[in-house]
């Protein structure tokens, strides 16, 4: 289900100025549609030995998806991307460390939570939220 982002969350299409994009980390993105994401504030970490990429020092965050729609939502239409520093963040996996994608769908009225992580975790680190295909939203 994709959907037209809201004026009062502050994603927008793509085409729009990148300035009235950016949130702060524990701030809530909410789409027209009544799905919502909150990413939080990042914390340092370590990925274990058998991570993708391994033994990776990087920013691990706390990722709740609501969903206020009246359809179920997979989580899977909502995409992260990071940079950090000049370059591209590398998603981190640790399924022992519980970072994985969620696949279950969230019904209307619920929500789910889930870890994500990234790698080099130096300033400025700048992460992307896509929501299907036409809306982003970014925190700082």
């Known amino acids: 289900a994709t959907s037209r982002p809201s004026a009062t ?13 950016t949130k702060k980390f524990g701030s809530t993105f909410t ?6 994401v ?14 993708a990429p391994a033994s990776t020092k990087g920013l691990l965050f706390t990722v709740t998806v609501t969903n206020g729609s009246k359809e179920p939502v997979n989580p ?15 998603a981190i996996f640790d399924s022992e460390q519980g970072i994985d994608l969620p696949t279950a769908d969230v019904l209307p009225g619920r929500s789910t939570t889930y870890k994500a992580a990234f790698s080099n975790p130096s300033a400025p680190f700048t992460m992307q939220v896509n929501y299907g295909i036409n809306a982003t939203g970014y925190y700082e």
């Open 9 to 21: 969350a502050h994603p927008r299409s793509r085409g729009e100025h990148a300035s009235s994009l």
């Open 31 to 36: 789409w027209d549609d009544g799905v919502a």
């Open 38 to 51: 909150t990413v939080g504030k990042g914390t340092p970490f370590t990925s274990g030995p058998y991570a």
């Open 76 to 90: 899977m239409l909502i995409n992260l991307q990071a940079t950090s520093g000049q370059q591209q963040a590398e």
